[in-house]
């Protein structure tokens, strides 16, 4: 069964920044791609950032330039770097993995909240 552990949440005043992590156990298969995504109230989820097992990372535009996603391939880790956070950056955050058959998991998710 596959299982994250994410951390690094909370509520950070905007211009401020912080640090997502996310570890991913349970699986042998390698990850295509490791990946954040968001889900603001009343809002669809949305693509964060992902990188894929070569290191290409891509990014939403709104987060172009203030976020940075990196992985730590061995450990099935990843975190997400944010930083100038700004309160539409307001949103639950998920961690998911797509492993190279295709299979694609969820975390539970971590609140991220931008006010002062």
């Known amino acids: 069964q596959v299982q994250f552990v994410e951390s690094g949440g909370g509520l950070v005043q905007p211009g401020n920044s912080l640090r997502l992590s996310c570890t991913v156990s349970?699986?042998?298969?390698?990850?295509?791609?490791m990946a954040w995504y968001r889900q603001a109230p009343g809002k669809f989820r949305e693509l964060v950032a992902r990188?894929?097992?070569?290191?290409?990372?891509e990014y939403a535009t709104a987060v172009t330039e203030r976020f940075t996603i990196s992985k730590e391939s061995a450990q099935k880790t990843t975190a997400l770097q944010m930083t100038k956070l700004q309160p539409d950056d307001t949103a639950t955050y998920y961690c998911?993995?797509?492993?190279?058959?295709?299979?694609?998991?969820w975390g539970q998710g971590t609140p991220v909240t931008v006010s002062s």
């Open positions: 998911s993995i797509t492993t190279s058959g295709g299979q694609t998991y």
């Open positions: 349970g699986t042998s298969d390698e990850l295509r791609f």
């Open positions: 990188i894929d097992r070569f290191g290409k990372t």
